[in-house]
């Protein structure tokens, strides 16, 4: 399991890029060392990304296909890319959703042949206790702060998950 935070796109997205290309080129590098050595590795990389699924350095660098009948060697497979294409996010920013919290999986963790733990499923945590209910930022995730205003929220991000099976 890898746990990413990756660069926020503070200055802009394309004078961020870079820095997020960066990481996910770093986790690229631990997912190839770990399947030269077990081709069949259950590997999952989590966390906000900061980009989404149709961004270069999830689509390109990590290799995270969107069908996992489409994953080939040493590719990942990304379920959330399914909510993506839908408008479906984890964070809002000027009336537009973006997903960039994601579970991506390696095939060994996601092919259905799989004799052991394998994916099953996947939640954007959407619940109304976690939305504002008012005003201009209406069905957005509560932060916990408004600029310097604590607003007894939990994150401007919606958490998500993936469900396992044991087979």
């Known amino acids: 399991v890898t746990v990413n935070h990756w660069p926020s796109r503070r200055g802009g997205e394309e004078a961020s890029r870079p820095k997020r ?14 399947l030269t050595i077990e081709p069949e590795a259950k590997i999952f990389v989590l966390g906000d990304l900061n980009d989404n699924p149709n961004n270069e350095s999830i689509k390109t660098i990590l290799a995270a296909r969107k069908e996992v009948k489409d994953v080939k060697e040493k590719e990942l497979y ?3 890319y399914s909510n993506f294409l839908v408008g479906h996010g984890t964070l809002a920013h000027n009336d537009s959703w973006s997903l960039f919290d994601q579970v991506i999986l390696t095939k ?19 619940k109304d206790f976690m939305m504002e209910k ?9 932060r916990t702060f408004s600029g ?6 939990y994150s401007d991000h919606f958490p ?4 396992l099976k044991n087979k």
């Open 21 to 34: 290309e960066a990481a996910a080129r770093l986790n690229r590098s631990i997912i190839d060392s770990i």
């Open 78 to 80: 990304n379920p959330f």
């Open 108 to 126: 060994g963790a996601s092919a259905p042949k799989s004799k052991t733990l394998q994916y099953h499923s996947h939640v954007i945590y959407q």
């Open 134 to 142: 008012y005003g201009q930022y209406k069905n957005y995730p509560k």
């Open 148 to 153: 310097n205003k604590y607003n007894y929220g």
């Open 160 to 163: 998500v998950y993936v469900y």
